[in-house]
């Protein structure tokens, strides 16, 4: 399908790179498509970031069927663009959308339109150390109608925001809170989409623990509060002697792009990584005999983000003596480094879109 | 607080009163109310109906912070207008906000924001059997931020909707499917909030039981799959012996105003009601031994919905062989009869919002 193209005539100022923060700007464009009941995705079309009109009754407003990603550009040292790995959140969004009753998108188009609108908005990828451009498709029920179903209608959107650190730590361990009352997701709930409602239900427990000095929380499973799962927006690691286990996909948590691209950089440097199920006892323990090497969070918006401490009913669980440990540390440089083009792609990770 | 107003010189031209259907149709007005950072709730105004606009980067496209609210205006034989216990959505109005981070809203202006709303749209309250005015407060975040954290900007709007029956059976007998494989909430979680996530969670298990024939689905707990929840958008009650039953309220279900008023009813008419953990073997079981009398969902939109059959694991249940009961039709009756102005109100109820 043909992408349309609507010229911005009124640019605005870019920010100061230094001060980037995190989804706080966004470019001169947008793309937009939309789903008409009958006629399937129509009108894809690169225009003016500009607001949208909805009715009261749209059905997002109500019923948040809605699914969205997560990925970055990244500018090289020789000007080049890269995107990592944008298959993978592709396929997740089509996953997402199937779990949430959503039309499918063609793989191919939205590709097209990442890179394309991308490139309109060039001039906006930052390249200093730790910036990037994050991109964010979403996509949401339009219908105006008040009842709970299916919408028959949607709209499909990708915003683009330069950004710094995520978190306010940058690359510096964070300190985690292990949640106990409250629970984001539960198996054969919608855990494993990203979907609006899963942040949503984050929120509060999120907010106390920032309250008491916690950059985030790890969640434990729904059913027995026992397992841990994932951490706000990051999947978790845990070194444990030699080995390094991550949960298991079992469909509460996100199979994030980045904890696939970690389990992998890791075997192909000789580590043993394990996808299991593990209960915060066995972490607690580990820690106990010492052989709780590194723990660390992976997504997009961080990249690797290490925890020097975990709290867990009021005890602290001290990791690495609160130190950025080796692995995460290597990890961090490898992959930002694969990410901005410093480092050899091995892995046929990136794609060069500016050609 | 004073409630602007802004005229609507552009009336609609109202629907055949036998096919409002559900959520279909909006008046001519709506209320709208700006929480600000810093300032609180302000600027409250009914005004024409009208889309509204957003930044694409809105936070409740992403991250689904958001609440709502469903209550009902009825209009009386002798023209006058009743709301059914509108304190106790105003009141979960703000159990749910709280759950979802969401600034509380002052109780009174609520309820005056609805009651003038009402009456600038009088002439929309349809008056046949089985219709009423749908009101539709609800919620949701407005910053223009792309990341995960609490909103610092809201907007509360309430719509109408003149309303039929809510389901295409009307109060005939439907078909539940009892679900098995897919959760809709669990103990911890937002369940019991009235937030878009839980309905969005929802769509997919309803739209594969509506094409297997089923009106709805009866939720299990999301950590056992043992006890019985809620279906869709009710409440649930099953009389076994001359004992009328409904999950206590755990923190996964909605604490329904129809379930509340049905309890009520009930024990003032002798009925013996318990609220406790309902499993679904002893329904079963019950059905086996002659002892399951009724099933009936319990909900603002439907009001009372008998159930005929449910299934579970391919086995049919048949209630009541498959016709309304006795208590349902009688509870109907009431309740109907109550919200409508036919039945005296000795339950204080009713508040008449036309003088
Ligand atoms: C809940 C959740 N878990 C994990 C991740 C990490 O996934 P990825 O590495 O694909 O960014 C994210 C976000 O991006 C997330 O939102
Ligand atoms: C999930 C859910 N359960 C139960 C109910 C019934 O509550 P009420 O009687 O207040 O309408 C509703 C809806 O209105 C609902 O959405």
Same mark, same amino acid.
């Given at each position: 399908?043909? /992408?349309?193209?609507?010229?911005?005539? $009124? +640019?605005?100022?870019? #920010? =100061? !790179?230094?001060?980037?923060?995190?989804?706080?700007?966004?470019?001169?464009?947008?793309?937009?498509?939309?789903?008409?009941?009958?006629?399937?995705?129509?009108?894809?079309?690169?225009?003016?970031?500009?607001?949208?009109?909805?009715?009261?009754?749209?059905?997002?407003?109500?019923?948040?069927?809605?699914?969205?990603?997560?990925?970055?550009?990244?500018?090289?040292?020789?000007?080049?663009?890269?995107?990592?790995?944008?298959?993978?959140?592709?396929?997740?969004?089509?996953?997402?959308?199937?779990?949430?009753?959503?039309?499918?998108?063609?793989?191919?188009?939205?590709?097209?339109? /990442?890179?394309?609108?991308?490139?309109? $908005? +060039?001039?906006?990828? #930052? =390249? !200093?150390?730790?910036?990037?451009?994050?991109?964010?498709?979403?996509?949401?029920?339009?219908?105006?109608?008040?009842?709970?179903?299916?919408?028959?209608?949607?709209?499909?959107?990708?915003?683009?925001?330069?950004?710094?650190?995520?978190?306010?730590?940058?690359?510096?361990?964070?300190?985690?809170?292990?949640?106990?009352?409250?629970?984001?997701?539960?198996?054969?709930?919608?855990?494993?989409?990203?979907?609006?409602?899963?942040?949503?239900?984050?929120?509060?427990?999120?907010?106390?623990?920032?309250?008491?000095?916690?950059?985030?929380?790890?969640?434990?499973?729904?059913?027995?509060?026992?397992?841990?799962?994932?951490?706000?927006?990051?999947?978790?690691?845990?070194?444990?002697?030699?080995?390094?286990?991550?949960?298991?996909?079992?469909?509460?948590?996100?199979?994030?792009?980045?904890?696939?691209?970690?389990?992998?950089?890791?075997?192909?440097?000789?580590?043993?990584?394990?996808?299991?199920?593990?209960?915060?006892?066995?972490?607690?323990?580990?820690?106990?005999?010492?052989?709780?090497?590194?723990?660390?969070?992976?997504?997009?918006?961080?990249?690797?983000?290490?925890?020097?401490?975990?709290?867990?009913?009021?005890?602290?669980?001290?990791?690495?003596?609160?130190?950025?440990?080796?692995?995460?540390?290597?990890?961090?440089?490898?992959?930002?480094?694969?990410?901005?083009?410093?480092?050899?792609?091995?892995?046929?990770?990136?794609?060069?879109?500016?050609?």
């Amino acid at each position: 399908m043909e /992408i349309g193209f609507i010229e911005n005539i $009124d +640019k605005k100022s870019k #920010p =100061n !790179q230094n001060q980037l923060g995190f989804g706080q700007h966004f470019t001169d464009y947008m793309f937009e498509m939309d789903y008409i009941d009958g006629e399937g995705w129509v009108n894809p079309t690169i225009k003016p970031y500009a607001p949208i009109s909805l009715d009261p009754s749209a059905m997002v407003f109500h019923y948040g069927q809605s699914v969205f990603e997560g990925l970055k550009a990244y500018r090289t040292k020789d000007d080049r663009v890269l995107l990592f790995r944008p298959e993978k959140n592709i396929e997740r969004l089509n996953k997402s959308n199937a779990r949430m009753c959503i039309p499918e998108i063609d793989k191919e188009l939205i590709l097209k339109a /990442i890179s394309e609108l991308v490139k309109v $908005d +060039k001039d906006w990828i #930052p =390249n !200093q150390k730790g910036t990037s451009l994050y991109i964010r498709p979403f996509v949401f029920a339009t219908d105006y109608y008040v009842g709970v179903r299916q919408s028959h209608n949607y709209k499909f959107l990708i915003i683009l925001s330069p950004v710094g650190a995520y978190y306010s730590e940058g690359f510096n361990p964070v300190k985690i809170f292990i949640e106990q009352q409250y629970v984001r997701a539960v198996k054969g709930g919608v855990g494993e989409a990203k979907t609006a409602g899963n942040y949503a239900a984050s929120i509060k427990a999120q907010s106390e623990a920032k309250e008491k000095g916690f950059s985030q929380v790890l969640w434990l499973d729904g059913a027995e509060h026992k397992y841990i799962e994932e951490v706000g927006a990051m999947n978790i690691f845990i070194m444990i002697g030699e080995e390094i286990l991550t949960p298991e996909l079992t469909g509460s948590i996100l199979d994030g792009v980045t904890r696939r691209s970690t389990i992998e950089l890791l075997r192909a440097s000789g580590y043993q990584v394990t996808e299991r199920k593990i209960t915060i006892d066995e972490i607690i323990e580990a820690q106990f005999n010492g052989r709780l090497k590194e723990v660390f969070g992976t997504g997009t918006a961080a990249v690797i983000s290490p925890v020097g401490e975990m709290w867990f009913e009021g005890q602290k669980i001290l990791i690495n003596g609160g130190e950025v440990g080796n692995v995460s540390q290597k990890l961090y440089d490898q992959l930002t480094g694969i990410q901005t083009g410093d480092v050899e792609d091995e892995f046929g990770w990136t794609i060069d879109i500016s050609k």
